[in-house]
């Protein structure tokens, strides 16, 4: 392929990943309505959309209530008066939105997405990805997901309300307290698949899933994704008991729905990211023979994941500012650390040898 075929391939595919995520995004706001309603006994969207099948006793049954309900928001929030605050910075104030959704769509450039698909996978590569065989992709991930931070921060401070401030001054406090955790979790997946290629990474989970391998790796990452999500229990930054919302309490209409947007897609995305990382990835059965189900299989995994992240809201208390500090920097950290340490020195041993007599004697006591 030439390069201009590259980039037409590239800009095509990539408009229709971004569109099959951000229509999810909105898809997912209902999913987390209608399970934290589930879980928590209440009545959640049951109306807008509903399709009503009449019966014999004469009441009428709702099939599919609530399926409009995204539909019915977006339009609220197009026509809501979208009030612009005295005194504030407005052509940063204006750019924070922006800043906040871009970083949650660039994510998904990596993310391998199935096998070798038919006409879909050019010849040099193994893998669907809208930029595949990047070597780097790992890296990439790590830069893209610490530069989501700065819309937060940049919306504070441009709408000049000391809350909105306290707001994105936690959010850059949390992104260093736990982004140490979560990047040396994440290089644990590479040393074990000696790649930082995320299509690689995959590759190398056709024996076994990562997470069984390291299951400590796996929890300090979800548990890290989450505070970069600032998502519940996290969600400091915009508490509404003491900060009146938070970093986007000047917002409204649509540039409130834009932040509303990033923190949905940026679940989505790194729940992509886990899956890749620990989870196998697009991997399942009969992926090599039918590699078109790799798109399947990883959708079933993100919806997993974005499942267990509601869960977690629905379950557990916001914690003090002050337990959210000491969990990153005393206890998340230290484990990475020392993670990070074994792991390495454990592979070093395995290529020099060591572990070989011991693994020779398992296999005989267990297979004779």
């Known amino acids: 392929m030439t390069p201009g075929e590259i980039a037409l391939r590239a800009l095509i595919v990539g408009f229709i990943v971004t569109f099959a995520f951000i229509t999810g995004f909105a898809y997912t706001t209902l999913l987390e309505r209608k399970l934290l309603a589930r879980l928590q006994h209440r009545v959640g969207p049951n109306r807008a959309g509903y399709i009503p099948i009449p019966t014999r006793d004469g009441k009428e049954r709702k099939l599919l209530g609530g399926f409009l309900q995204p539909a019915a928001d977006a339009v609220k929030l197009f026509f809501k008066e979208d009030i612009t605050p005295g005194r504030v910075d407005l052509i940063i104030y204006n750019l924070a939105p922006m800043l906040a959704v871009i970083p949650a769509i660039l994510i998904l450039a990596v993310i391998p997405l199935a096998g070798k698909v038919p006409w879909l996978v050019p010849d040099p590569y193994n893998y669907f990805a809208i930029v595949p065989g990047l070597n ?12 989501g931070v700065y819309g937060i921060v940049l919306a504070g401070w441009a709408s000049n309300s000391k809350y909105a401030v306290l707001g994105g001054i936690r959010a850059s406090a949390q992104m260093i307290s736990y982004e140490l955790a979560m990047g040396l979790s994440v290089l644990i997946p590479v040393m074990l698949a000696n790649s930082m290629n995320l299509g690689e990474i995959v590759a190398a989970q056709k024996g076994g899933w990562f997470v069984f391998l390291q299951p400590v790796a796996a929890i300090v990452f979800s548990i890290a994704v989450l505070a970069e999500l600032q998502r519940a229990p996290f969600d400091l930054l915009e508490a509404e008991q003491e900060l009146s919302a938070g970093f986007n309490v000047e917002y409204g209409g649509m540039r409130f729905g834009m932040f509303f947007m990033a923190e949905y897609m940026k679940m989505a995305s790194l729940s992509a990211i886990a899956a890749t990382l620990f989870f196998g990835g697009y991997r399942g059965p009969f992926v090599d023979q039918v590699p078109a189900l790799g798109f399947l299989y990883i959708s079933i995994k993100i919806i997993i994941g974005l499942v267990l992240m509601i869960w977690i809201r629905a379950t557990f208390p916001r914690l003090r500012y002050d337990q959210l500090m000491n969990f990153g920097w005393k206890v998340l950290l230290p484990i990475s650390v020392m993670n ?23 296999r005989a006591f267990f297979f004779g």
Request: zero cysteines; aromatic letters at 12%.
């Open 136 to 147: 780097v992709a790992v890296l990439f991930v790590l830069a893209i997901t610490s530069v």
């Open 340 to 362: 990070f340490i074994l792991v390495g020195v454990g592979i070093v041993l395995y290529e020099e040898g060591v572990f070989t007599p011991l693994i020779e004697m398992m």
